[in-house]
């Protein structure tokens, strides 16, 4: 299995938290880039939030300040922690590993 596991989807209300947790093998001698996407009904997917090898950390603007994410090197995983949860924010998100990129779980998010 060479994808990322994501786990953690699910239906959440609005000003709520919910935490997305990836596995992935331990098949790259080292890991360069580590993030999550997201994609809405009808939108394109985007950026949600990104950790570098040198591990200098991004936010698209909308989830900066509510979503942190964070990772462990030894387990292999990579979390997305989502607090204070929008309808907006509601969408299938991915956890991408390098160029592999997981199924993406849902996250609905009800008014």
């Known amino acids: 299995q060479v994808q990322p596991v994501e786990s953690g989807g699910g239906l959440v209300q609005a000003g709520g938290s919910l935490t997305l947790s990836c596995s992935y093998p331990r098949i790259f001698s080292s890991i360069d880039y580590r993030a999550w996407y997201r994609q809405a009904p009808g939108k394109q997917r985007e950026m949600v939030a990104e950790i570098h090898r040198n591990g200098y950390t991004n936010y698209a603007s909308p989830v900066r300040g509510r979503f942190t994410i964070f990772g462990d090197s030894v387990k292999t995983t990579l979390s997305l922690r989502m607090n204070n949860l929008k309808v907006e924010d509601a969408g299938v998100y991915f956890c991408?590993?390098?160029?592999?990129w997981g199924q993406g779980p849902q996250v609905t998010v009800s008014s």
């Open positions: 991408v590993i390098q160029t592999k």
